[in-house]
């Protein structure tokens, strides 16, 4: 079993959805989580994450983490030895997924509430890796400022999914499909 498999056997969809929808946790669908977000179908997560390619130790930002549950499958990639960082922006929404964290045990992955105006997490900058599961219309600049060198960042692009890849101040990116998500929308309050 590789990597992204084995994240997906370690944490059960069912743990990170509303009670109403845990029966449905098995169904390839994105299912509602509140605000109006909702858990993206495993299908697409697991290919946000054999793009994102998150290795053992690396340091990750998860932006619209929602139910925690990206967050923690990430979490599983990095390992004890990496640090993962989740932020979202509906502060209900980010204590409801940062108690479905606390249900796995990876004391090096968090999930807050983001900071009101800021994408991402400029003060704990650079990631190796960002991951964004909301719909931009146009690529960040926030968060390729956010990016180590060599690092990789996936977010959705007006539908496309993008990949843009530092490799000091070069960023070359590159379309790998199209998917369907909720809009990144603004951090200004």
């Known amino acids: 079993m ?41 299908r697409t997560v697991e290919d946000l994450l054999r793009l994102l390619a998150v290795e053992p130790g690396q340091r990750v930002l998860d932006v619209g983490a929602g139910s925690g549950w990206t967050t923690a499958l990430i979490a599983h990639l990095t390992g004890p030895s990496g640090e993962v960082v ?36 400029p003060l704990h900058a650079p990631y190796d890796r960002i991951l964004v599961s909301a719909d931009a219309r146009t690529l960040p600049r926030a968060l390729l400022d956010q990016l180590a060198d060599r690092g990789r960042l ?28 909720v809009p990144l929308r603004d951090h200004v309050r």
């Open 154 to 181: 996936v977010v959705p692009v007006r539908g496309a999914l993008t990949l843009a890849v530092r490799s000091g101040d070069d960023v070359r990116t590159s379309v790998h499909g199209y998917y369907r998500f």
């Open 2 to 42: 590789d990597a992204v498999a084995a994240a997906f056997a370690a944490t059960p969809r069912e743990a990170f959805l509303p009670e109403g929808e845990r029966e449905r946790a098995d169904d390839d669908w994105p299912l509602p989580i509140g605000h109006g977000q909702t858990c993206s179908q495993p």
């Open 86 to 121: 989740g932020v979202e922006i509906e502060p209900d929404l980010a204590r409801w997924g940062a108690g479905n964290l606390a249900t796995v045990d990876r004391p090096w992955a968090t999930l807050r509430a983001a900071t009101p105006g800021v994408l991402g997490d």
